[in-house]
């Protein structure tokens, strides 16, 4: 720090925290104080305190699950709606008429039988003060129907056959990585190689309508099904979206 | 939560994360004044940055207390050139010590604590700017101090 003014306490605390080091003996007694101090602020802890950080720690377990990527069954609505009663030392009944909804209804939802609709997620969110914001139900909810719909193959091949007509690009390889290329069902054979993804659609079409086949679909490099309006060229390169 | 550019008085939105290597790595001792390297091997550190932005310009470790329903704060830093009367920045150790705060509250509720041990010679600051309660060798906030904390900081 040469030709620096030295920093003041008050800098050096506004900065930086660094323990002070203590002895075996020193830690003994720190956490027996520490300990003492504690009983005592916990036993002056108000009751509305109490409950205030009782409903954070409930919202920020909310924002915390819904900023990550990973589900969690048992994370669902249901399961922090089950909390936020259990918090409020709520009945069920006493809850349904505080928000004006039927019993049934909050049964179904407690249940998992039934999704919130925005009367009941507004109304939620009003009655918790904003501890429970209509915001973290609608994308609790999402949350759940994304992994429904990315999971459940049962679903999906049973709406198979509601489906007369579907796009037909098959996998890219890494070798074409620039190019869109348009193979027959099954993969195996390349029908064309072009730059742009229209061109592709295009001959894909024309193609199926030849061949006399229907099932047409659009597969990204990893062999999945994707949205017919993008197309992922390879995993290294941005989408060629010219639609949206 | 917000820090405030010193000169123009414009505030900045922040984020606060669970330092990756590669975040620990750029925490070198000239510019965050510990070796954050060695405390990263006994501790979980956080970094923050202004959202947006990859420069980190605080960093923070701790140590987690299960039984005892409480997170020890054992380093905090500022980068540099946010420390001292040209400091860039104000509010990064606030922003900090209420994000430890929150994730006590977001482990243990009603119970939630965050205690230090502070140099002697600096308990008095930490007591005055951050409301901590003093407990003899450590200071603590839990309670409606913690709570305080939170709402000027979060």
Avoid at chain 1, 99 to 113: A, C, D, K, W
Avoid at chain 1, 196 to 219: L, N
Avoid at chain 2, 115 to 133: A, C, D, F, N, Q
Wanted: with cysteine; aromatic share 8%; charged share 30%.
């Amino acid at each position: 720090m040469k030709g620096k003014k030295p920093l003041t306490d008050k800098e050096i605390a506004e900065a930086y925290i660094f323990p002070e080091k203590l002895n075996k003996a020193q830690k003994i007694e720190a956490n027996a104080q520490l300990t003492r101090a504690r009983q005592k602020s916990r036993a002056e802890l108000s009751p509305s305190n109490r409950l205030i950080m009782r409903l954070m720690q409930l919202k920020f377990q909310m924002e915390d699950y819904l900023k990550g990527t990973a589900y969690d069954p048992i994370r669902t609505f249901a399961y922090f709606l089950k909390e936020y009663l259990h918090i409020l030392d709520m009945r069920q009944n006493d809850f349904a008429k505080a928000i004006q909804i039927h019993e049934t209804e909050l049964s179904n939802l407690i249940g998992n039988r039934r999704l919130p609709s925005n009367e009941t997620m507004l109304r939620l969110e009003i009655h918790s003060n904003n501890y429970f914001p209509a915001v973290y139900t609608h994308r609790l909810v999402e949350k759940e129907k994304e992994h429904e719909l990315a999971t459940n193959l049962a679903l999906r091949k049973k709406q198979v056959h509601f489906v007369k007509k579907s796009w037909a690009i098959h996998g890219l390889d890494e070798k074409d990585s620039d190019k869109w290329v348009v193979r027959d069902e099954g993969g195996k054979h390349g029908v064309a190689s072009v730059r742009t993804q229209k061109q592709a659609v295009e001959i894909a079409r024309g193609h199926a309508a030849k061949s006399g086949r229907s099932g047409d679909r659009i597969h990204d490099s990893d062999g999945k099904i994707r949205d017919r309006d993008i197309i992922t060229p390879s995993r290294s390169k941005i989408n060629k979206d010219t639609k949206h | 939560m917000e820090i405030v550019h010193t000169k123009t008085g414009v505030t900045e939105t922040v984020e606060i994360r669970e330092a990756q290597p590669e975040d620990i790595r750029k925490l070198t001792k000239a510019r965050y004044a510990f070796n954050w390297l060695k405390e990263s091997k006994m501790s979980k550190v956080f970094v923050l940055n202004i959202r947006g932005q990859n420069e980190i310009l605080g960093a923070v470790s701790i140590k987690t207390v299960p039984q005892e329903f409480r997170i020890e704060i054992n380093l905090l830093t500022s980068s540099k050139e946010n420390v001292g009367e040209t400091k860039m920045y104000a509010g990064i150790a606030g922003c900090l010590l209420a994000y430890i705060c929150r994730l006590s509250v977001s482990l243990f509720g009603e119970n939630a604590c965050v205690s230090l041990v502070p140099k002697t010679k600096l308990r008095e600051h930490y007591i005055t700017e951050y409301g901590m309660i003093d407990a003899g060798w450590q200071i603590y906030v839990e309670g409606a101090s913690l709570l305080n904390l939170m709402t000027k900081y979060l």
